[in-house]
T-cell receptor, first 112, second 114 residues
Framework: DQQVKQNSPSLSVQEGRISILNCDYT??????FLWYKKYPAEGPTFLIS?????DKNEDGRFTVFLNKSAKHLSLHIVPSQPGDSAVYFC???????????FGAGTTVTVRA | NAGVTQTPKFQVLKTGQSMTLQCAQD?????MYWYRQDPGMGLRLIYY???????DKGEVPNGYNVSRLNKREFSLRLESAAPSQTSVYFC?????????????FGEGSRLTVL
């Protein structure tokens, strides 16, 4: 059973608007969360992370929010740009071993 | 700086054939991982090696073997390929203990088993 779930397989957004990607997890031992971005024919690349001691982390246009009580995190991209069109994977780990568990991914398409 | 390098990038096998996927990293990382990516399933951990000389099973190890040849290299072997092993395979590495958990991935190896 997947411990990290991304229930939206795809998201289409207009350039300049906000993209919101959601992720839920079930394992209460997870205390570190990451987002990866993947272009076709390339490996995933690290985007942003957050530890459970925080509820928000911001890096430029990317912000990750963590709601521990709901076991939910989200990634906000503002403003969305055409180069943001990619597959985004949510991942989670326990700081005991840092073995990442990944969600199924959300394909984001930014329309001009 | 090459990072994580995987070979081959593409391979077609017949059921029952064997092959080895090679992975090498030049970042002096101690931990290395093999994931497979399937539609609707995300990335699933096959095997990992926390340090040179150690290997452990991940979420989906059946049908695979691994070898941590040295600190740089971590290979994945399919002894008798099955159509269910058709997938894109990613090797990754990082330095443990880590305060970020961030993995560095190779470009992937697309395997088709007929």
């Amino acid at each position: 059973d997947q411990q990290v779930k991304q229930n939206s397989p795809s998201l289409s957004v207009q350039e300049g608007r906000i993209s919101i990607l959601n992720c839920d997890y079930t394992n209460s031992m997870f205390d570190y969360f990451l987002w990866y971005k993947k272009y076709p024919a390339e490996g995933p690349t690290f985007l942003i992370s957050i530890s459970s001691i925080k509820d928000k982390n911001e890096d430029g246009r990317f912000t990750v929010f963590l709601n521990k009580s709901a076991k939910h995190l989200s990634l906000h991209i503002v403003p969305s740009q055409p180069g943001d069109s990619a597959v985004y994977f949510c991942a989670a780990a326990s700081s005991n071993d840092y073995k990442l568990s990944f969600g199924a991914g959300t394909t984001v398409t930014v329309r001009a | 700086n090459a990072g994580v390098t995987q070979t081959p990038k593409f391979q077609v096998l017949k059921t029952g054939q064997s092959m080895t996927l090679q992975c090498a990293q030049d970042m002096n990382h101690n931990s290395m991982y093999w994931y497979r990516q399937d539609p609707g399933m995300g990335l699933r951990l096959i095997y990992y090696s926390a340090s040179e000389g150690t290997t452990d099973k991940g979420e989906v190890p059946n049908g695979y073997n691994v070898s941590r040849l040295n600190k740089r290299e971590f290979s994945l072997r399919l002894e008798s390929a099955a159509p269910s092993q058709t997938s894109v395979y990613f090797c990754a590495s990082n330095r443990q203990p880590s305060n970020t958990g961030e993995l560095f991935f190779g470009e992937g190896s697309r395997l088709t088993v007929l």
